[in-house]
C-alpha cells in the first residue's frame, strides 16, 4: 500500500480517460491540454512526492536481485491492477511532467519536476513485465533519455543563451541585431528574463539531471536494445553530449568493474552507459562500436556534430580538452577490452581523424597528440597499415591534409621505433622504421604546391633533430650525407593518385567509413640534391617558407648534418636583410641560437656579425630592438673585470672574439656597430664601473677589442679615468709592435678625451704626434686619425685660435711633404730611386692635412701633384704659366711613377679642390675626360669618387659633368661600374642630382649588366631607396625607355638628349640580339606600377605613339615597324594588365582553408566589385581611345605589308580574351578585322582544347581506353627539377605574352619537361566495385590488414583477396568516389586524332562529295 500511497500526488484517478488517449494517440509528440484544476494539483506536487515514488519502484526494479524475488517483482503489476491504477494513464501523467519541462520557457521548479518524472518513467520500463503492460513507448524513452539537454542551462550564469557551444566563426563576433518593434524580439525579451537560474536552481536542476542519468543506465543494465537501433543510436548520442555536461578533474578507471551509485560524476556516468552500449545485450557489437566511435570521433575532434551541415568547432577550454583526454583513453579501454573485435573501427576513428582535421594549428596540434595516443594500442603489423595509409594521405588534395599527416608524423616520431621484425607481413615491414617517415612523409613534404606545407614541413624538420632519439638524427643525416642511401622502398610508392573526392562540401555526406586513399608517388633522396633545395627554400617568394627554411638550415648546421661552410653561414646571414620582416627575425634568432651552440667557431662569429650588427640600422623598430638585445646579451652583458690570473669562460670569450672581429674582417660594421652606443647611453649603460672594467681589458691581449668599445663609449660618456689612458697613449708611443687597428682607436680615444685634459698634456701628446707623423712611418689610417687628433687637440672655442693652431702645425707637416715630392719631381733620378709607400704615405699626408688648413696649400703645392700625374717638368721650379686643362691627365707625356702612386695623386688632388673652388673649374674637364679616354682602372675609379664629393659641394658646378659620370655605369671594369652606381644613388637621395637628361635610362641599363652582384645592386637602390623618394619615376619615364632603348630619335618629344655618338652606342639596346633586355627592363618597370599607372601609361601609349603613327607624324619606314612591333608587344605584357582583373579570386586551388573566414569572403566580395567597375572603365577607354588607332594602323600597315602587323594581332588577340564575347561590338566598324580576330580566338581555343586533351589522355596504339590515372603535374607534390649545383633563387618563370603562339609552346615545353615517365602502380588487391549508394562513401584500398566499407543499413568487410566476408549488401552498394578526371575518363574512350589525320580524312570526305 506504500506504493499506492505514493502514487496519490499524480491524481491518476482524477484524469480524464479522454485527455489520456489523446496523449497516446499523440506519440508524446506535444503536450496535450490538461483540466486548469488537475494541472494545478499537479504542478502544486513538490520533489519531495517525486523521491518517495521512486524509492518505491527502486523496490521492485530488479537490479541484479536474486530469483528468489520475482514472485515479488511481478506483484507490482497486480497491485495497480487490483487498485484500479490505470498504466496507461500514468505514463500519460508522467509524459505531461516531461514535456512540461521541456518546453523552453520552463521554470526551475518543472525543469526538476520533469527530470524526475523522466526517472520514474525510466525506472518503471526496467521492472520487468513493463512491456507485457504496454509502458514502453519508443519515443517517450526517447524523449525521456535525452531531457537533460533540454532541461538543463547551456550557459550557467545571467540570462541563458540557447547554446552555449560557440564555434569558430562566431566567436568575437556580434549577432546580428533583430528590427525593433517585431513580435519576436518581445517574445525573446520575455523569455530571456523567464530564463535566469540562481546557483540554488542550477543546483537542483543537476541534481535531477544525476538522478536520470543514473537510472538510464539502471535500465541498459537491464533493458535490451536488441531490435531497436534507433533508441540505441539515440542513447550513444544522448551519452556524447553529456560528456560535457560539467568538467571532471583527474582521469577515470574504466577497467575497474564500476557500481553506478559509486560514479560520483554525469560525465563519468556517461562512458560507462557508452561502454554499457557495446555489451551484446544491446545488439551487434561491430554496429555498436560504430555508433559509439563515431561519437567519440567529434569528441576527440572537439566539434560539435550536429544532425547536417559543417561541423562547427568548439572553443577551445580545459574542460574540452579534459573531456578530449578522457575520450582518448575511453577508447583505447575498449581497445584493450575487447582487441580484435574494436580494431577495424580503431583504424576507421584514426582514419577520419586525420581526413576530417581542420586547419587551425591548434585543433591540429591536439588531434595529433589523439593520433598518437591511439596508434600505441596497435600492434606493428596495423600500425605498419595505418602509416601506409597515413603516407597516401600525404598526397591528398585536399592541403590540410597534407599538413596534419606532417603533424602526426611528428607525434609519432616522439614514440619508440618499432623494428621491422615485429611485423608480421614482410610488405608492410618497411613502413615502421622512423626513416620512413622522415624521409618519405616529412622530407618529401617541402616540395609540396602548397607553401603552407612546405613551411610547416622545413620547420618540422628542424624540430626533428631536436628529439633525443638516434634513429631519427640518423635518418637525417642520410638525407644530407653524401653517403646516405636511397629511402624509396623498390616498387613500393610512386605518384599519388586520390580516389577520394578533393573537398566535401556537403559533411554530412560522409559516413562513418574507412577513408580510401591510394598513392603511388616515389621520393628518392640525393644529398647534394637535398641541401641545394633547402637553399633554395631560404630564398623562396614566400615568406613563412623562408622562415622555416631558415629555421631547418640552422638546425642542420647546429647539429653537424651539413657542413658549417662560409656559404651556408652567409646564406643565413643574409636573410637578417629579407624584404620581410617576421623573416628578418627569424634570421637573428637563428644566428643568435646557431652561436651559442658553436661560441668557437669564428665563421660562426663573422657570419653572426654580419647578420646582426647591420639590423641596428633596419628600419623596423622591432627588428632593430631584437638585435640590440642580441648584442646586449652577448656583449655589453659580458664585459666584467679582467685578471691575468682568471680564465675567461665561453661567454666572455665570444665577447672578445667578436669585438676582435670588429676590428679587423669586419671594420665595415663599424658605423652600423656605433648606433648601438647612442642607445646604450640614453638607457645609462656605461657607468664608471662599466668604464672600469672595459679599460681594465686594455692590458689583456684582446686589448684591440677593448680600445674598440672604448673608442665608441668614451663619446657618450666623459667620465673616464684619463691617466689609465694616457698611461695606455705613453705605451703606443714608446712600443713599436701595436697594430694599425689598435692605434686608430687609441688615436680616437685620445681625440674625444681632449677637452678634459690640461694644456701641458695637450702640448706633451701634441708634440709626442708631431713627431710621430713626421716619421712617415705610420700606416696611412693611422696618419687619417693621427691628423684628426690633432685637430682635437688644437680645437677651441675661439675659431681663429683654433685655425693658427692648425696652419702652425698643419703648415710643418705640408713643408715636409711639398720638399719631398719635389726632390721625387724636380730632381734628374728622383723618380728611378722613388720609395713608393713613402711617396704614399706623404700624398695621403698632404691631403689629410690640406683639408684642415688650406691657407697653407701653395700653388707649387698643387703642381707638384698634377706633375705626379703627368710628367717630370724642369720648368716647374719655376712655376711656368698653367697648361691647357681641356686636355685629360694622360694626354700629357706619361711618367713613369706607379700606377699607385698615381691613384693616390688623383684623391690629393680631389681633397685640394675641395677646399679650392678655381682648383675644381680648372681640373674638373680634365677630370671627365680622363673617365671617357683614360686606361688606369685606379685612377678612373678613383676620379669617379672625387668627381661625386665635389657634386656635394659645387653641385651647380659638377652639374654639367653628370653626364661623364653616368657614362661609367657601362665601363668595362665592373668595379668602376659598381662604385658609380653606389655614388649616383647617394647624390639622388641626397637631391644633389636630378633625374634630368639620360640619366634615369642609363640607370635602367644596369638592371641588365652582365655582373649579376650589380644588376642586383640597382634593383635594390632603384625599389628601396630612389623609388620611395619618388614613386612616379617610373612611369614618368617608361615611354621614353622604349625610344631610348631602340635608338629611335625621329619622335618630336622624346630621345632628344645631348649625347655624343659614343655615349649613344654604348648605351643603345637597339637590336634583336638586345630584345631580351629591353623586355627585361619593361616587365622591371611594369612590377612595380600601379592599377592607376598602369591604366594611365596604356592610354598614354595609343596617344603619343600609335597615334603618331596614324596620323603620320612618324615615318611607317623599317625604324618605325620595329618600333611597332616593339610597342604591341609592350602592351602584350601580362604585366601591363590592371591587377585588379588579372589577380586570381580567392585562394589558390588546393589551398582552401577548412574554415570559411568572413574578413577574407569581404575582401573577396570587394575586389570582385572593383574588378567589375575597373574592368567597364578599361572597356570604355579601350573602345574610345584605342579600337580607332587600331583598326587605322591595320588598313595602314596592310597597304604598306609590314611585318608589325602580325603583332598587331598577335597583341589583339591577348587583349580581347578579356573580353571574347564582346567582339562584334569593339570592332564593328572593321568587319574584315572583326571576321579575322574571331578567327584567330577560336583557332586560339581549339589549340588550348587540343593541349588539355593531349595533357589528359595517353596516347595507345590499340586504340584501348586509357587508364585513369591523375597526371604527374595533379600531384601535390611537385616533380624533383634537375637542380645545378649553385644555390640561386628559384623565381617563377616569366610568361612570354608576346604572340599567343609563343605562350602556348612554352606551356607545351613545360608540360613536356613535367611529363617525364614516372612509374604509376595501383596498390594491388584493391576492391573497386561499381554502382553507388544515395550518400557518398570513401572506399578502401586493399593491401592493407584492415579494410572496411560500413555506414547504416550498408555493411561490407572485404577480405584481403577481396572477397565480401558479410554479406549485409550487395558490392554496388559500395561508391568509389574519384576526381572528376577518372570519372570522365571511365564515361566514355578519347577519340585522340592528330590534327593532320583529321585534315586529311576531311579532304577524303570532299572528294567523296
Same mark, same amino acid.
Given at each position: 500500500m506504500e506504493l499506492i500511497s505514493a502514487l496519490k500526488f499524480l491524481k491518476l484517478h482524477q484524469v480524464p480517460e479522454a485527455w489520456v488517449d489523446a496523449v497516446w494517440n499523440s506519440e508524446f509528440t506535444e503536450r496535450q491540454p490538461l483540466d486548469d484544476t488537475i494541472e494545478e494539483q499537479l504542478t502544486a506536487s513538490g520533489d519531495e512526492a517525486f523521491r518517495n515514488l521512486y524509492e518505491c519502484l527502486l523496490t521492485y526494479a530488479a537490479d541484479g536481485q536474486s530469483v528468489s524475488s520475482v514472485g515479488t517483482l511481478q506483484n507490482i503489476w497486480a497491485i495497480l491492477v487490483e487498485d484500479r491504477v490505470s498504466v496507461k494513464s500514468l505514463v500519460a501523467v508522467l509524459s505531461f511532467f516531461v514535456l512540461t519541462g521541456k518546453d523552453k520557457v520552463a521554470d526551475t521548479q518543472q525543469r526538476v519536476s520533469s527530470l524526475h518524472a523522466a526517472s520514474l518513467y525510466l525506472l518503471l520500463l526496467g521492472i520487468p513485465g513493463s512491456i507485457a503492460n504496454k509502458v514502453f513507448h519508443e519515443v517517450l524513452l526517447d524523449t525521456c533519455s535525452d531531457l537533460s539537454s533540454h532541461c538543463w542551462p547551456h550557459d550557467s550564469g545571467k540570462k541563458r543563451k540557447r547554446d552555449g557551444l560557440k564555434t569558430s566563426q562566431t566567436e568575437g563576433k556580434r549577432s546580428k541585431p533583430q528590427q525593433k518593434g517585431t513580435p519576436d524580439m518581445e517574445v525573446d525579451e520575455e523569455e530571456e528574463e523567464e530564463l535566469y537560474f540562481s546557483g540554488v536552481d542550477l543546483l537542483k536542476i543537476r541534481d535531477a539531471v544525476f538522478l536520470l542519468v543514473q537510472t538510464l543506465l539502471r535500465l541498459l543494465q537491464t533493458f535490451s536494445l536488441k531490435g531497436r537501433p534507433q533508441s540505441a543510436s539515440n542513447c550513444t548520442q544522448i551519452f556524447s553530449k553529456l560528456l560535457y555536461f560539467e568538467p571532471v578533474l583527474g582521469h577515470f578507471n574504466f577497467a575497474a568493474v564500476q557500481d553506478i551509485t559509486k560514479l560520483r560524476s554525469v560525465p563519468e556516468m556517461a562512458f560507462h552507459g557508452l561502454q554499457l552500449l557495446c555489451s551484446p545485450k544491446h545488439g551487434n557489437q561491430r554496429e555498436s562500436l560504430r555508433r559509439v566511435f563515431h561519437c567519440l570521433l567529434y569528441v576527440i575532434l572537439m566539434m560539435n556534430k550536429g544532425n547536417r551541415g559543417k561541423p562547427p568547432l568548439l572553443v577551445i577550454s580545459q574542460a574540452i580538452l579534459s573531456t578530449r583526454d578522457q575520450a582518448i583513453h575511453f577508447v583505447c579501454h575498449l581497445v584493450d577490452e575487447l582487441k580484435q573485435l574494436a580494431l577495424p573501427f580503431l583504424h576507421i576513428l584514426l582514419q577520419h581523424i586525420c581526413f576530417q582535421m581542420v586547419e587551425k594549428s591548434e585543433f591540429r596540434i591536439h588531434g595529433a597528440q589523439a593520433v598518437g595516443m591511439l596508434t600505441s594500442e596497435m600492434t606493428s603489423t596495423d600500425y605498419a597499415c595505418f602509416i601506409k595509409w597515413l603516407f597516401n594521405l600525404s598526397r591528398h588534395s585536399k592541403m590540410v591534409c597534407r599538413l596534419f599527416s606532417v603533424d602526426v608524423v611528428m607525434v609519432l616520431l616522439e614514440q619508440? &621505433? =618499432?623494428?621491422?621484425?615485429?611485423? $608480421?607481413?614482410? !610488405?608492410?615491414?618497411?613502413?615502421?622504421?622512423?626513416?620512413?617517415?622522415?624521409?618519405?612523409?616529412? *622530407?618529401?613534404?617541402?616540395?609540396?604546391?602548397?607553401?603552407?606545407?612546405?613551411?610547416?614541413?622545413?620547420?618540422?624538420?628542424?624540430?626533428?633533430?631536436?628529439?633525443?632519439?638516434?634513429?631519427?638524427?640518423?635518418?637525417? %643525416?642520410?638525407? *644530407?650525407?653524401?653517403?646516405?642511401?636511397?629511402?624509396?622502398?623498390?616498387?613500393?610508392?610512386?605518384?599519388?593518385?586520390?580516389?577520394?573526392?578533393?573537398?566535401?562540401?556537403?559533411?554530412?555526406? #560522409?559516413?562513418?567509413?574507412?577513408?580510401?586513399?591510394?598513392?603511388?608517388?616515389?621520393?628518392?633522396?640525393?644529398?647534394?640534391? /637535398?641541401?641545394?633545395?633547402?637553399?633554395?627554400?631560404?630564398?623562396?617568394?614566400?615568406? @613563412?617558407?623562408?622562415?622555416?627554411?631558415?629555421?631547418?638550415?640552422?638546425?642542420?648546421? $647546429?647539429?653537424?648534418?651539413?657542413?658549417?661552410?662560409?656559404? @651556408?653561414?652567409?646564406?643565413?646571414?643574409?636573410?637578417? =636583410? !629579407?624584404?620581410?620582416?617576421?623573416?628578418?627575425?627569424?634570421?637573428?634568432?637563428?644566428?643568435?641560437?646557431?652561436?651559442?651552440?658553436?661560441?668557437?667557431?669564428?665563421?660562426?662569429?663573422?657570419?653572426?656579425?654580419?647578420?646582426?650588427?647591420?639590423?641596428?640600422?633596419?628600419?623596423?623598430?622591432?627588428?632593430?630592438? $631584437?638585435?640590440?638585445?642580441?648584442?646586449?646579451?652577448?656583449?655589453?652583458?659580458?664585459?666584467?673585470?679582467?685578471?691575468?690570473?682568471?680564465?675567461?669562460?665561453?661567454?666572455?670569450?665570444?665577447?672578445?672574439?667578436?669585438?676582435?672581429?670588429?676590428?679587423?674582417?669586419?671594420? @665595415?660594421?663599424?658605423?652600423?656597430?656605433?648606433?648601438? *652606443?647612442?642607445?646604450?647611453?640614453?638607457?645609462?649603460?656605461?657607468?664608471?664601473?662599466?668604464?672600469? @672594467?672595459?679599460?681594465?681589458?686594455?692590458?689583456?691581449?684582446?686589448?684591440?677589442?677593448?680600445?674598440?668599445?672604448?673608442?665608441?663609449?668614451?663619446?657618450?660618456?666623459? =667620465?673616464?679615468?684619463?691617466?689609465?689612458?694616457?698611461?695606455?697613449?705613453? /705605451?703606443?708611443?714608446?712600443? $713599436?709592435? &701595436? /697594430?694599425?687597428?689598435?692605434?686608430?682607436?687609441?688615436?680616437?680615444?685620445?681625440? /674625444?678625451?681632449?677637452?678634459?685634459?690640461?694644456?701641458?698634456?695637450?702640448?706633451?701628446?701634441?708634440?709626442? #704626434?708631431?713627431?710621430?707623423?713626421?716619421?712617415f712611418n705610420l700606416a696611412l689610417e693611422v696618419i687619417s686619425a693621427a691628423v684628426e687628433t690633432l685637430y682635437h687637440l688644437g680645437r677651441s672655442d675661439d675659431i681663429k685660435q683654433t685655425q693658427a693652431f692648425l696652419n702652425q702645425h698643419g703648415g710643418e707637416l705640408l713643408s715636409l711633404c711639398e720638399g719631398y715630392l719635389s726632390s721625387v719631381i724636380l730632381t734628374e733620378k728622383g723618380a728611378e730611386n722613388l720609395n713608393e709607400e713613402l711617396m704614399v704615405k706623404h700624398l695621403h699626408t698632404l691631403g689629410v692635412v690640406s683639408l684642415h688648413c688650406p691657407a697653407e696649400v701653395g700653388k707649387k703645392t698643387? #703642381?707638384?701633384?698634377?706633375?705626379?700625374?703627368?710628367?717630370?717638368?724642369?720648368?716647374?721650379?719655376?712655376?711656368?704659366?698653367?697648361?691647357?686643362?681641356?686636355?685629360?691627365?694622360?694626354?700629357?707625356?706619361?711618367?713613369?711613377?706607379?700606377?699607385?702612386?698615381?691613384? %693616390?695623386?688623383?684623391?690629393? #688632388?680631389?681633397?685640394?679642390?675641395?677646399?679650392?673652388?678655381?682648383?675644381?673649374?680648372?681640373?674638373?674637364?680634365?677630370?671627365? =675626360?680622363?673617365?671617357e679616354v683614360g686606361t688606369d682602372v685606379a685612377v678612373r675609379n678613383n676620379l669617379v669618387v672625387i668627381m661625386c664629393d665635389l657634386c656635394v659641394r659645387y653641385t651647380t658646378i659638377v652639374d654639367h659633368y653628370i653626364p661623364n659620370i653616368s657614362a661609367c655605369l657601362r665601363d668595362d671594369e665592373a668595379v668602376i661600374r659598381e662604385q658609380t652606381l653606389i655614388m649616383l644613388t647617394n647624390l639622388l637621395q641626397e637631391d644633389f642630382v636630378k633625374w634630368k637628361g639620360s640619366l634615369f635610362f642609363r640607370f635602367m641599363v644596369v638592371l641588365v649588366d652582365p655582373v649579376p652582384v650589380i644588376s642586383s645592386l640597382c634593383e635594390y637602390c632603384l625599389l628601396h631607396l630612389l623609388l620611395k623618394k619618388n614613386p612616379e619615376m617610373f612611369s614618368q619615364h617608361f615611354i621614353e625607355c622604349i625610344f631610348f632603348f631602340n635608338s629611335y630619335t625621329k619622335h618630336k618629344s622624346y630621345n632628344k638628349f645631348p649625347q655624343s655618338e659614343s655615349e649613344k652606342l654604348k648605351f643603345s639596346l637597339k637590336g634583336v640580339q638586345y630584345r631580351e633586355k629591353r623586355f627585361q627592363i619593361y616587365r622591371f618597370l611594369l612590377e612595380h606600377f600601379t592599377d592607376a599607372q598602369r591604366f594611365h601609361i596604356t592610354n598614354k601609349i595609343s596617344q603619343t605613339v600609335l597615334a603618331c603613327f596614324v596620323d603620320k607624324e612618324l615615318p611607317l619606314d623599317a625604324d618605325g615597324a620595329e618600333m611597332l612591333s616593339e610597342t604591341f608587344n609592350i602592351l602584350s605584357l601580362k604585366e601591363m594588365k590592371l591587377q585588379a582583373i588579372s589577380a586570381p579570386a580567392g585562394v589558390m586551388a588546393g589551398e582552401e582553408t577548412e574554415e570559411e573566414n568572413m574578413a577574407t569572403m569581404a575582401k573577396a566580395v570587394v575586389q570582385a566589385a572593383q574588378k567589375k567597375v575597373v574592368s567597364q572603365v578599361q572597356k570604355k577607354a579601350f573602345i574610345e581611345n584605342t579600337v580607332p588607332l587600331i583598326i587605322s594602323l591595320k588598313i595602314l600597315l596592310e597597304q604598306k605589308r609590314s611585318p608589325a602587323l602580325r603583332d598587331l594581332m598577335t597583341y589583339l588577340q591577348v587583349t580581347m580574351q578579356d573580353y571574347r564575347n564582346e567582339v562584334t561590338e569593339f570592332f564593328s566598324g572593321d568587319e574584315q578585322l572583326m571576321a579575322e580576330l574571331e578567327f584567330a580566338l577560336r583557332t586560339a581555343e581549339k589549340e588550348r582544347e587540343m593541349e588539355e586533351q593531349m595533357d589528359t589522355c595517353t596516347l595507345t596504339g590499340d586504340g584501348k581506353t586509357p587508364t585513369a590515372q591523375v597526371s604527374v603535374q595533379d600531384s601535390p607534390i611537385r616533380c624533383r627539377p634537375l637542380l645545378s649545383v649553385s644555390c640561386a633563387t628559384p623565381q617563377p618563370p616569366r610568361p612570354s605574352c608576346l604572340s599567343l603562339g609563343q605562350s602556348q609552346t612554352v606551356r607545351r615545353t613545360n608540360r613536356s619537361r613535367q611529363e617525364e615517365p614516372v612509374k604509376l602502380i595501383t596498390l594491388e588487391g584493391t576492391v573497386i566495385p561499381q554502382g553507388g549508394v544515395n550518400d557518398r562513401a570513401i572506399s578502401t584500398p586493399k593491401g592493407g590488414s584492415v579494410n572496411l566499407t560500413f555506414d547504416e543499413g550498408v555493411s561490407a568487410i572485404f577480405s584481403d583477396q577481396g572477397t565480401i566476408l558479410t554479406g549485409l549488401v550487395r558490392e554496388t552498394d559500395v561508391l568509389n568516389v574519384q576526381p572528376n578526371e577518372q570519372q570522365a575518363s571511365r564515361l566514355r574512350q578519347w577519340n585522340v586524332q592528330s590534327p593532320l589525320c583529321k585534315k586529311k580524312i576531311k579532304k577524303i570526305k570532299n572528294l567523296a562529295k
Open positions: 619508440p &621505433e =618499432r623494428r621491422p621484425g615485429e611485423c $608480421k607481413e614482410p !610488405d608492410l615491414a618497411c613502413f615502421l622504421p622512423h626513416k620512413f617517415l622522415i624521409q618519405s612523409m616529412l *622530407f618529401a613534404q617541402q616540395m609540396d604546391e602548397s607553401p603552407t606545407v612546405q613551411g610547416h614541413a622545413l620547420s618540422c624538420l628542424a624540430q626533428c633533430l631536436e628529439l633525443p632519439s638516434l634513429d631519427v638524427t640518423r635518418a637525417i %643525416h642520410d638525407l *644530407f650525407s653524401a653517403t646516405g642511401t636511397q629511402t624509396l622502398l623498390d616498387g613500393e610508392t610512386t605518384e599519388g593518385i586520390l580516389t577520394s573526392q578533393p573537398t566535401q562540401k556537403t559533411y554530412h555526406s #560522409l559516413p562513418f567509413r574507412t577513408v580510401e586513399i591510394s598513392s603511388t608517388e616515389s621520393f628518392g633522396c640525393d644529398a647534394r640534391e /637535398n641541401t641545394t633545395l633547402l637553399l633554395q627554400h631560404v630564398k623562396d617568394s614566400k615568406t @613563412n617558407v623562408r622562415k622555416s627554411a631558415l629555421q631547418a638550415l640552422m638546425s642542420l648546421m $647546429k647539429h653537424a648534418v651539413i657542413p658549417m661552410s662560409w656559404e @651556408n653561414l652567409t646564406t643565413l646571414s643574409e636573410r637578417c =636583410r !629579407d624584404p620581410a620582416v617576421s623573416v628578418r627575425k627569424k634570421a637573428l634568432q637563428c644566428m643568435g641560437d646557431l652561436l651559442v651552440a658553436k661560441p668557437d667557431c669564428s665563421m660562426v662569429q663573422k657570419a653572426w656579425l654580419q647578420g646582426v650588427v647591420p639590423a641596428l640600422a633596419d628600419s623596423e623598430n622591432s627588428v632593430q630592438d $631584437k638585435a640590440l638585445e642580441a648584442l646586449d646579451q652577448l656583449v655589453l652583458s659580458q664585459v666584467k673585470p679582467y685578471s691575468a690570473s682568471c680564465h675567461l669562460d665561453i661567454s666572455q670569450k665570444l665577447t672578445w672574439d667578436l669585438l676582435c672581429l670588429l676590428c679587423h674582417k669586419c671594420q @665595415n660594421l663599424s658605423p652600423y656597430f656605433s648606433r648601438a *652606443f647612442t642607445i646604450w647611453s640614453k638607457q645609462d649603460k656605461f657607468t664608471p664601473t662599466f668604464i672600469t @672594467n672595459l679599460i681594465s681589458h686594455t692590458k689583456a691581449d684582446h686589448a684591440e677589442g677593448a680600445w674598440l668599445f672604448l673608442s665608441k663609449a668614451v663619446v657618450l660618456s666623459p =667620465r673616464l679615468p684619463y691617466g689609465k689612458i694616457l698611461e695606455a697613449w705613453d /705605451n703606443m708611443i714608446s712600443s $713599436k709592435d &701595436e /697594430n694599425v687597428t689598435t692605434c686608430c682607436h687609441i688615436l680616437s680615444v685620445m681625440g /674625444n678625451i681632449a677637452a678634459y685634459l690640461n694644456e701641458d698634456t695637450k702640448d706633451r701628446i701634441v708634440d709626442d #704626434l708631431m713627431s710621430w707623423l713626421k716619421t698643387v #703642381l707638384l701633384v698634377e706633375s705626379v700625374l703627368t710628367i717630370h717638368s724642369d720648368k716647374l721650379a719655376e712655376c711656368p704659366e698653367e697648361l691647357p686643362a681641356s686636355l685629360p691627365l694622360s694626354q700629357f707625356k706619361a711618367n713613369s711613377l706607379p700606377s699607385r702612386v698615381k691613384a %693616390h695623386a688623383v684623391i690629393t #688632388l680631389g681633397k685640394l679642390c675641395l677646399q679650392h673652388e678655381e682648383l675644381v673649374q680648372k681640373y674638373l674637364p680634365v677630370f671627365a =675626360r680622363e673617365l
